[in-house]
């Protein structure tokens, strides 16, 4: 299936660019560009295939399709639209979560999610990856609490939402779903991008989050 797929390729796209800079390809919201992104960053090895890729908690590749979802979303995709309009396999270049896709696949290459070498599911005892569970799947349940999204029968199937239920998670779940019904109504009542501010003001509400 495509989960292995994606396993199988696991090898072949740490093998590849295991010697990247990372400086050299940060990628950064409004600095992004088609061509940068293409020859430059790692992610452009396998993001034009998390289309096809389960949205799972406990595997790489599956946290990275649930970034790819969030970012895609119809509703919030103007805010993160930059001027020129452009888009990376249909994500909007200015989205905050570029930081934190850019941040997983560091964490997968460099071997800090316990990952086997031919594989990409997340080890359970990683710190990092409990630590990246926070950044990424809770904040896609607190998209579907918010009604920005519904989440993947996968996703449930596979026991994603469990940690998310967590008593001592339940603050920054909320804190979560308060800022995606903020940038919804922000969507909802004007049209264009966020300004400079809005998007100093959103970046706080992430870092409490």
Known sequence: GTRRLATRAAVAVRGELSLETWAAWRAGGWSL??????????????????????????DFFGRQAIYAKIMSEERLAA??????????????????????????????????????????NISPSSWWGKMNYTLCALPYVAAADAGVLELTTEFMASGGGTEAARPELAEARSLWAELWRGLLMRAAS???SLTDRERDALQLQVWRA
């Open 190 to 192: 004007v049209a264009g």
């Open 79 to 120: 805010l993160f639209t930059r001027s020129d309009g452009l888009l990376l396999h249909g994500v909007p270049t200015a989205h905050f979560f570029w930081g934190y896709a850019v941040q997983l696949d560091w964490q997968w290459r460099t071997g800090r999610l316990g990952c086997e070498a031919d594989g990409s």
């Open 33 to 58: 560009t088609q061509e940068s992104f293409a020859s430059t960053t790692p992610l452009a090895a396998y993001w034009g295939t998390l289309c096809h890729q389960p949205l799972l908690a406990d």
